[in-house]
Nanobody, 124 residues
Framework: QVQLVESGGGLVQPGGSVRLSCVAS????????MGWYRQAPGKQRELVAT???????DYVDSVKGRFTISRDNGKNTVYLEMNSLKPEDTAVYFC??????????????????WGQGTQVTVSS
């Protein structure tokens, strides 16, 4: 069974920084694209940043220049370094990854997986 487990959230003051981590575990052949999404209260989940297996990154405009996504393929881990945090960054942050893995009947395919989310609150 595949799991994505996030860590690193918490309460941070405006202008501060926090680093999120997400580790993939279980049985899979490879990790393709990975990403971070967030969902603020009363709002839809939005894509924050993505990174391909080759390291190509993309960001939503509101976080460009402040957030950095990276990955350590040897550790099956994706990170989100968040700097210059603003109150509007407050949300539950979810890790997402596309994995190539076998199903219960042995068919290999690509499947999307989600973490359980970690709360980031930016407040003084």
């Amino acid at each position: 069974q595949v799991q994505l487990v996030e860590s690193g959230g918490g309460l941070v003051q405006p202008g501060g920084s926090v680093r999120l981590s997400c580790v993939a575990s279980g049985i899979f052949l490879s990790i393709n694209a990975m990403g971070w999404y967030r969902q603020a209260p009363g709002k839809q989940r939005e894509l924050v940043a993505t990174i391909t297996s080759g390291g190509t990154t993309d960001y939503v405009d509101s976080v460009k220049g402040r957030f950095t996504i990276s990955r350590d393929n040897g550790k099956n881990t994706v990170y989100l370094e968040m700097n210059s945090l603003k109150p509007e960054d407050t949300a539950v942050y979810f890790c997402n990854a596309e994995l190539t893995r076998p199903t219960e009947v042995g068919i290999v395919g690509r499947f999307m997986h989600w973490g359980q989310g970690t709360q980031v609150t930016v407040s003084s």
